[in-house]
């Protein structure tokens, strides 16, 4: 039985979902000359395809759990990383823009406005830290802390 000390999703906005549904009246418009039941179908399909893509890439997870730290697809031991930073709006801004590395992994969502910053220690990883855009940056690194003691 694993203990996970940390979860989180980072929930796509309100308004994303209305993009995925005037994707289907968009696709229902396209096909309105075909008919009625094209028209549904477009609108249904349109839709279901637009709410899957809003789904996987605006809905990450981040975990620590098992020693290790789950971001996004990215998993990450525990012991590799060092120093955690919390990044208020303002930090966070500027790392996601002009003082971001190239090299960095990033788990970038512009609609969280607040990240934390993880050095990595490995000296076998060229990626020098990880951006993580969290809702909680505290609870996150207390929750590192916690499984490197």
């Given amino acids: 039985m694993t203990v996970m000390s940390y979860e989180e999703r980072l929930t796509a906005p309100r308004s994303w979902w209305g993009l995925a549904v005037g994707a289907g009246v ?3 418009l396209i096909l309105l000359p075909l008919g009625p039941l094209a028209l549904l179908a477009g609108l249904v399909g349109g839709t279901a395809a637009g709410a899957a893509v809003v ?4 809905s990450p997870r981040l975990r620590v759990v098992a020693g290790s730290l789950v971001a996004g ?3 990450i031991p525990v012991a590799a990383l060092g ?3 919390v990044l208020d709006r303002d930090e966070a801004l500027a790392w996601r823009s002009y003082k971001a590395d190239p090299r960095a992994f990033m788990l970038l969502r512009a609609y969280v406005p607040t990240a934390l910053k993880i050095e990595v220690t490995d000296p076998e990883d060229p990626t020098p ?3 993580l855009s969290t ?3 505290e609870r996150l690194a ?3 802390r916690d499984v490197r003691v």
Avoid: F, Q
């Avoid at 789904?55 to 605006?58: L, R």
């Fill in 55 to 58: 789904s996987a890439y605006g």
């Fill in 142 to 144: 207390a929750a590192l």
């Fill in 129 to 131: 830290y990880l951006y």
């Fill in 135 to 137: 809702r909680s940056p």
């Fill in 26 to 28: 968009s696709l229902a």
């Fill in 83 to 85: 120093e955690a930073t």
């Fill in 73 to 75: 697809d990215a998993k």
